[in-house]
């Protein structure tokens, strides 16, 4: 990741929000993750080549033993560890619906997604839920993480 500012001469005192230019790079295995899930509608992992680790989202090498990565595919779903539900929007505006967030452990790895929950309500979601991915129609699809509009029960 590179995050800089462009031009040192617009360095100066801000009242309110700070004015920053950036350049964000996902990286070789960021890249190659996203590429999948635009093109070919595909998730992939990376798997440590010494130890085994599975790591999601990919990364090129491991961070246990620092060792090359292979990337493995693997089919996205995966079950709810935890979630929480947003009733307001960042102004404590009430949402007109509300919304589910959960960390998702991805099946077939040592990783994990935040994403947010669809097609179910609040009081039916449950921690150990399986859930799977639902992604933009790929005329839509941009190769961000907002691909995957949301995660939805088995
Ligand atoms: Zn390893």
Redesign the pocket.
């Known amino acids: 990741m590179i995050e800089k500012i462009v031009n040192p001469k617009e360095l100066r005192h801000w009242d309110g929000k700070i004015e920053l230019y950036w350049i964000y790079t996902s990286g070789k295995a960021g890249d190659e993750f996203f590429k999948k899930l635009k093109d070919e509608e595909k998730f992939i992992a990376a798997k440590?080549k010494?130890?085994g680790?599975v790591y999601f989202p990919p990364r090129i090498y491991?961070e246990?033993?620092f060792?090359d990565t292979e990337f493995v595919e693997v089919s996205g779903e995966g079950c709810v560890r935890a979630f929480t539900v947003a009733r307001l929007d960042a102004y404590e505006n009430p949402l007109e619906k509300p919304e589910i967030y959960a960390v998702i452990d991805i099946d077939g790895t040592d990783g994990c997604l935040i994403h947010l929950l669809g097609e179910v309500e609040p009081e039916q979601v449950e921690v150990g839920m399986k859930v799977k991915p639902v992604l933009k129609p790929k005329e839509e699809r941009e190769g961000k993480i907002t691909d995957i509009l949301y995660f939805k029960p088995l």
Do not use: E, F
């Open positions: 440590c010494k130890c680790k491991c246990k033993d060792s």
